[in-house]
């Protein structure tokens, strides 16, 4: 019984404590109300026309930084996350996925059936916005495309693997709009090059406004539009390669383990 | 007089959360077993998430201060409120159809179980 009531009471105290901190405090500002000459150096520059040499274009920051200022340990990062998509490739590549084909007659009940067609719509929408904002607001290619990918999941879950099979989602389709998306990425990393040597001017590699001695720049804005130059073509390649590649994740993990092992075991046998 | 209202009633309904929240806490440790369990946590859901909502769509609405900015929130929380409001029986719905058909948790100590008698789930 004492023991209990340690807990509860420690418990009550947590929750008061950082009701406090959140509230009455000021919120965590206080703690930290000096911004650093570094930060102070990317807000100042990522949304400026008036330091053509410095700027991104972009008044998301963290977009600015991650595409533009690092932009080639991003493309890295995303090198990285893709091998490990080929290595589950690698794995399956000899696996069947249309074996067990039962029609469209498996799945959840009504009632989750409805509410998933329901949030279907909804999810597609949310997604597109966040990757085409994702040089004006918080988000990006990569959260755009695990929140699409959170569609095909869900299929598989509600409606049964067969039901995107139907749909001709299958692996080779979306392993091929995953490589649109890689190949839309590798394109843009090249593009100031390649109007750089059409113009006869230097440019450097993932450029994207113009620099010293590179003048080369793509452009910010579409109309009155902001576009951020490279950014959102980066941001949708992304979200493109990213639904897809956790598509074919999800589309491999989902069959079923005897088939796989079954499968697995005959490719052995036969040689 | 009407923001003073909306205020008040969204303040309600925060506090009617926060006691749904409190009794699914109590019944998710004191239940017998999964099912009723899962209807605890069911009340802390649309109790304790889906009214205090509501309530901070309300409150919000009703501060003026806020400016342009409280529709933003009022109906941020509106939104979520409704996907929590047919996310949240659809989830329990499915994990008590699968629980009772791969009779993974025994309906024990039982009054009455009508799925059971009916045959189960087909």
């Given amino acids: 019984m004492k023991k209990e009531l340690l807990i509860a009471m420690s418990m009550v105290i947590t929750v008061v404590v950082m009701a406090y901190i959140a509230t009455l405090g000021g919120g965590l500002g206080p703690l930290f109300s000096d911004v650093r000459p570094l930060a102070k150096a990317f807000l100042s520059t990522t949304l400026d026309p008036e330091k053509p040499l410095f700027t991104a274009m972009s008044p998301e920051a963290v977009t600015a930084i991650v595409w533009d200022y690092r932009g ?10 893709y ?122 590699i993932m450029q994207n406004q113009m620099k010293v001695n590179a003048p080369v720049g793509l452009p910010a804005f579409i109309g009155n539009s902001l576009i951020s130059g490279s950014l959102i073509l980066y941001n949708v390649f992304e979200f493109l390669a990213v639904t897809f590649g956790f598509s074919v994740l999800f589309l491999l993990l989902s069959i079923e383990e005897d088939i796989v092992k079954d499968q697995m075991r005959g490719e052995v046998s036969e040689h | 007089m009407i923001e003073y209202v909306m205020v008040v009633v969204g303040g309600a309904l925060l506090l009617i959360g926060a006691v749904c929240d409190l009794i699914g806490a109590l019944g998710m440790n004191r239940f017998p077993n999964f099912f009723v369990r899962l209807h605890a946590a069911t009340v802390g859901v649309i109790g304790g998430a889906f009214y205090p909502l509501i309530g901070a769509a309300l409150i919000a609405f009703g501060s003026e201060y806020l400016g342009t900015y409280r529709w933003f929130v009022g109906g941020c929380a509106l939104v979520s409120a409704f996907l929590i409001l047919i996310l949240a029986p659809a989830g329990s719905h499915a994990l008590a159809r699968a629980a009772h058909k791969s009779k993974t948790a025994v309906v024990t100590p039982k009054v009455a179980d009508h799925l059971e008698e009916d045959g189960g789930v087909k």
């Fill in chain 1, 72 to 81: 080639l340990d991003t493309l890295f990062e995303t090198a990285v996350f």
């Fill in chain 1, 83 to 204: 091998l490990a998509i080929i290595g589950a490739i690698a794995i399956y590549r000899d696996v069947n996925e249309k074996v067990g084909l039962k029609g469209s007659g498996l799945g959840l009940s009504k009632i989750v059936r409805v509410v998933t067609k329901v949030l279907i719509p909804i999810n597609i929408a949310i997604a597109i916005s966040i990757a085409l904002h994702g040089h004006l607001t918080p988000g990006g290619g990569f959260q755009a495309g695990a929140a699409m990918a959170v569609m095909p999941m869900l299929l598989i879950v509600v409606f049964s693997r067969y039901f995107l099979l139907e749909l001709k989602l299958t692996k080779g389709l979306a392993l091929a709009f995953r490589s649109i998306g890689l190949t839309g990425i590798a394109l843009t990393v090249f593009l100031p090059i390649i109007i750089a040597l059409v113009n006869g001017v230097n440019a450097y």
